[in-house]
Nanobody, 115 residues
Framework: QVQLVESGGGLVQPGGSLRLSCAAS????????MDWWRQVPGKERELVAR???????NYADFVKGRFTISRDNAKNTVYLQMNSLKPDDTAVYYC?????????WGQGTQVTVSS
């Protein structure tokens, strides 16, 4: 059974930083690309970043240069380092596999950027 447990969210001021973690289990983590997504209530979930098995990364334009996705295969964990946070970054952040043959969404972790 795939399990994805996000953590690290919280309240931060504009310009601040957070580091999100996603602890994964129940699948071959080292053979899966991993994504970070985010969702604001009432809006579609949007892809934030992706890291492939070989370490290549893709970022949404709205986070490029500010966020960094990384993975620790020994710990089955994917991270999202978020710097220079903006109020528009406020959302629930989720990790997931890519490709995902079915939804594996966890509870997510709330990020709130506000003064």
């Amino acid at each position: 059974q795939v399990q994805l447990v996000e953590s690290g969210g919280g309240l931060v001021q504009p310009g601040g930083s957070l580091r999100l973690s996603c602890a994964a289990s129940g699948f071959a983590f080292t053979r899966s690309a991993m994504d970070w997504w985010r969702q604001v209530p009432g809006k579609e979930r949007e892809l934030v970043a992706r890291i492939y098995v070989g370490g290549s990364t893709n970022y949404a334009d709205f986070v490029k240069g500010r966020f960094t996705i990384s993975r620790d295969n020994a710990k089955n964990t994917v991270y999202l380092q978020m710097n220079s946070l903006k109020p528009d970054d406020t959302a629930v952040y989720y990790c997931n596999l890519f490709p995902a043959p079915q939804p594996y969404w966890g509870q997510g972790t709330q990020v709130t950027v506000s003064s």
